[in-house]
């Protein structure tokens, strides 16, 4: 009887390992599920599994008619994400405990949020129609880089290890900078605002670049 059960259990385990690493995963963008096949089907049965997911550590899918970017959820190891020159209207990244870089440049995105990335480091958004960005609990962020968008105003007082901001070319009119205290250089160039729009607190070291001198 001990035999029986002892058989039994490992016959459980071993069916629901196996259900596990066969376990399919359903994409919401075609062209995603295409893009990511061609790279890390690794067993090429034609579908990604969870397991396969799961050892991505880079996803590089530049150029790929991309439309959607939800699916990057699926891939909960990966460190980089860079889906530059895609079309993506909108975009909300969260829970994604390693991801150190994210990069969508030239999407036309008009929204971007951000959410409970702890290892998120740098951001690359820049080349896109943003008028609405949020990032939340992102406390390592370092580099953010947003030129050339449609930002009117940006809030970066909760980015205390941020140190390189880049702004240029955006509609912004002011700018508080006075909880930052790890900013080294500001690139500003091409908003309607002056040096004066600049609440730097008690911060004075730090370059600004965009104002004539």
């Known amino acids: 009887m001990m035999k029986i059960k ?3 259990t490992l016959s459980l385990i071993i069916s629901g390992f196996s259900l596990l690493c066969a376990q399919k995963l359903n994409f919401k963008d075609k062209n995603f599920e295409k893009a990511v096949l061609e790279n890390f089907d690794v067993n090429k049965n034609g579908s990604l599994e969870k397991l396969e997911a799961d ?5 590089f899918l530049v150029q790929k008619g991309i439309t959607a970017a ?3 959820l699926l891939f909960s190891n990966a460190k ?3 889906l530059d020159d895609n079309t993506i209207s909108e975009i909300s ?3 994604l405990p390693h991801l150190e870089l994210f990069s969508c440049t030239g999407c036309k995105i008009a929204s971007f949020k951000a959410e409970g990335l702890k290892n998120l480091a740098s951001l690359y958004l820049d080349n896109n129609l943003l008028e609405n960005i949020w990032l939340l609990e992102t406390p390592k962020i370092d580099q953010l880089t947003l030129s050339l968008n449609q930002l ?3 809030d970066i007082t909760s980015l205390k290890n941020l140190r390189k901001l880049n702004i240029e070319h955006n509609k912004i009119l002011k700018l508080d900078i006075s909880g930052n205290p ?3 250089t500001l690139n500003v160039g091409g908003n309607p605002m002056k040096e004066a729009n600049i609440k730097k607190g008690m911060k004075t070291d730090i370059t600004i670049f965009g104002f004539e001198q």
């Open 6 to 8: 002892i058989f039994v």
């Open 55 to 59: 050892m991505v550590i880079n996803l």
């Open 70 to 72: 939800d699916d990057v």
């Open 80 to 82: 980089m994400i860079i």
């Open 93 to 95: 990244v969260k829970n």
């Open 152 to 154: 009117k105003t940006i």
């Open 182 to 184: 790890a900013l080294q």
